[in-house]
């Protein structure tokens, strides 16, 4: 249970850990696509940012059909990844005022855990491979 504390909004309670059907859906998901993703890390081609989402960083040295590939499964990793930030806020009973503190969460455990050679945002902005 991490707690969130906003500037003048007493703290919340968020349970990171929940687990509802439609969140294990949502992680089996993510768990699924990762071996797809796993080689546009390595080379560089994909990175987590700072709001805990993947970010296109260089396609250079992609085919045309990677590019797809890899722009296909950024939009769907994201997509899911931001589905499962609300349904955690729901499931927690939190408004979506919290978006942004949990997707900070998520990004702190994503970026922790990134494949070598993946490019890594820091809070100020500033890119670099891990």
Do not use: C, H
């Not at 906003?6 to 990762?34: E, K, W």
């Amino acid at each position: 249970m991490l707690r969130i504390l906003r500037p003048g909004i007493a703290f919340a309670q968020v349970d990171i850990n929940i687990s509802t059907p439609a969140i294990r859906n949502l992680r089996a998901s993510l768990t699924s696509r990762f071996g797809s993703l796993k080689g546009f890390y390595s080379r560089g081609s994909l990175g987590e940012n700072k709001r805990g989402y993947v970010e296109i960083r260089d396609e250079s040295g992609l085919g045309l059909k990677e590019k797809g590939d890899l722009r296909r499964l950024a939009g769907a990793e994201n997509a899911d990844r931001k589905a499962l930030y609300l349904e955690i806020l729901r499931a927690n009973n939190l408004d979506t005022q919290f978006l942004s503190e949990v997707e900070k969460i998520f990004a702190n455990n994503w970026k922790s855990k990134a494949v070598p050679g993946s490019w890594i945002q820091s809070d100020d902005d500033k890119w670099r491979r891990k």
